[in-house]
C-alpha cells in the first residue's frame, strides 16, 4: 500500500497559467515533505521542502502548501513555464524516528502548453 | 564532472546473470541510496548507506545486494537477474539530516 500518492498521473497547464499538483500521505508520522522534479534521461533534482511545523513554503514560483489534518500537500507554480514540464515527485520523510529515509510518491508529468 | 555518476547509462542483460551497477559521488556526503524506479510506483528504495559500515535494506532488497567500497562508491548488484528487475535504477547521496538528495541520471537496465 502506498504511503505517499499522486492520484493524477498527468496534468496539462497553458503557459502563464497556474499549475497545481497533488500529494496525499497515509502516515501520521510524516513531519517532511519534498518535492522533486524529474526531466527525461535526468535524475530527480530538489525543488522545494516544508515541514509539518509550516503550513506554506515558497520559492520563486513554487509554492507547496501542507494541510496536515487532510494529510495533504499540494505544490503550485505560478506562472507556468514551458521548461517546467518534467515529472513531479512528492515524497516525505519522519524526521523524529530512526528510520531517516525517504518515500517517493509514483510521479505527476506536467505538461505545459506554449 | 557529474556530482553522483552511474555507470553504466544502459544495459541489457540475459536472465540468470550478475550484473553490478556501480555509483560514485563527488559531494563527499557519508550517505547513499539506491532506489528504483517503475512506472506508476515512482521511486521505492532498494538499500542505503548511512556510512562505510552501515548498510540497512530499503523496501524491495530482496534479489539485490550492495557494496559499499569506500565513501565515494556505492555499488549495486542483481545476483541472477530476473525480466521483473527491468527498471530505472538511481543512485543518491545526501548530508545527514538533510533531504535534498542528489540524484544520478540513472541507470536503465533491461533484463531478457
Known amino acids: 500500500d502506498q504511503q505517499v500518492k499522486q492520484n493524477s498521473p498527468s496534468l496539462s497547464v497553458q503557459e502563464g497559467r497556474i499549475s497545481i499538483l497533488n500529494c496525499d500521505y497515509t502516515?501520521?508520522?510524516?513531519?517532511?515533505f519534498l518535492w522533486y522534479k524529474k526531466y527525461p534521461a535526468e535524475g530527480p533534482t530538489f525543488l522545494i521542502s516544508?515541514?509539518?511545523?509550516?503550513d506554506k513554503n515558497e520559492d520563486g514560483r513554487f509554492t507547496v502548501f501542507l494541510n496536515k489534518s487532510a494529510k495533504h500537500l499540494s505544490l503550485h507554480i505560478v506562472p507556468s513555464q514551458p521548461g517546467d514540464s518534467a515529472v513531479y515527485f512528492c515524497a516525505a520523510s519522519a524526521m523524529k524516528t530512526s528510520y531517516d529515509k525517504v518515500i517517493f510518491g509514483p510521479g505527476t508529468s506536467l505538461s505545459v502548453i506554449p | 564532472d557529474a556530482d553522483v555518476t552511474q555507470t553504466p547509462r544502459n544495459r541489457i542483460t540475459k536472465t540468470g546473470k550478475r550484473i553490478m551497477l556501480e555509483c560514485s559521488q563527488t559531494k563527499g556526503h557519508d550517505r547513499m541510496y539506491w532506489y528504483r524506479q517503475d512506472p506508476g510506483l515512482g521511486l521505492r528504495l532498494i538499500y542505503y548507506?548511512?556510512?562505510?559500515?552501515?548498510?540497512n535494506k530499503g523496501e524491495i532488497s530482496d534479489g539485490y545486494s550492495v557494496s559499499r567500497q569506500a565513501q565515494a562508491k556505492f555499488s549495486l548488484s542483481l545476483e541472477s537477474a530476473i525480466p521483473n528487475q527491468t527498471a530505472l535504477y538511481f543512485c543518491?547521496?545526501?548530508?545527514?539530516?538533510?533531504?535534498?538528495?542528489?540524484f544520478g541520471s540513472g541507470t536503465r537496465l533491461t533484463v531478457v
Open positions: 516544508i515541514s509539518s511545523i509550516k
Open positions: 543518491a547521496t545526501s548530508p545527514p539530516g538533510n533531504y535534498g538528495y542528489t
Open positions: 502516515n501520521s508520522m510524516f513531519d517532511y
Open positions: 548507506s548511512f556510512d562505510v559500515k552501515d548498510i
